[in-house]
C-alpha cells in the first residue's frame, strides 16, 4: 500500500486517510447537500491521495461517523498538515470540486477553504489558480 504519511504503520496512515476523508466530507456537508455527486469525488480524491481502493467504502463509512460527531475539525487538520505540498494542492483541489459540485460557492464553504489554507500554509495565489481551474471546468 502506497503511504499517504511516511514513516507510519498501515494502523496509522488509515487513521490518517480517515482524518483526511472527514474533511472532504465536512466540506461535502457544510452546504447541507451531501450529495452523491460529492461522494464521488471524494471517493476518487482518497484513491489519489493513496486510499488502498478495496477500503474506500469502509474508509468513506467511517470518516462520515467521525464527522457526524465531531464538533471541530482541528483534529482532522493535524493529519492535513502532515501532507507533503503536492499532496496538500491535491486535497485543495478536491475540495474546490466538492462545493462546485453544485455550481455555487456559498460563503460557509468558502470560509472553510480560507481556514484550511491557512492551517496548511499554503500561498493564496496558489490556491486561487487551483479554485479557478476547478471552477472553470466544473461551469
Do not use: P
Not at 494502523?11 to 466540506?27: E, F, G
Amino acid at each position: 500500500m502506497f503511504s499517504l504519511f511516511k514513516n507510519e504503520s498501515n494502523a496509522d496512515n488509515k487513521i490518517s486517510i480517515i482524518s483526511i476523508a472527514c474533511l472532504l466530507i465536512h466540506a461535502a456537508k457544510i452546504d447541507e447537500n451531501y450529495s452523491e455527486k460529492e461522494r464521488k469525488i471524494i471517493r476518487d480524491s482518497l484513491i489519489k491521495l493513496g486510499a488502498e481502493t478495496k477500503e474506500i467504502d469502509e474508509i468513506i463509512k467511517k470518516a462520515e461517523e467521525n464527522e457526524k460527531n465531531a464538533n471541530q475539525i482541528i483534529e482532522y487538520t493535524k493529519e492535513a498538515k502532515n501532507l507533503s505540498n503536492d499532496q496538500k494542492i491535491l486535497l485543495i483541489e478536491a475540495l474546490w470540486e466538492i462545493i462546485y459540485s453544485d455550481k455555487n460557492a456559498d460563503m460557509y464553504e468558502t470560509n472553510l477553504i480560507r481556514r484550511l489554507c491557512g492551517l496548511l500554509y499554503l500561498d493564496k495565489k496558489v490556491v486561487g489558480d487551483i479554485k479557478e481551474k476547478v471552477k472553470n471546468k466544473k461551469l
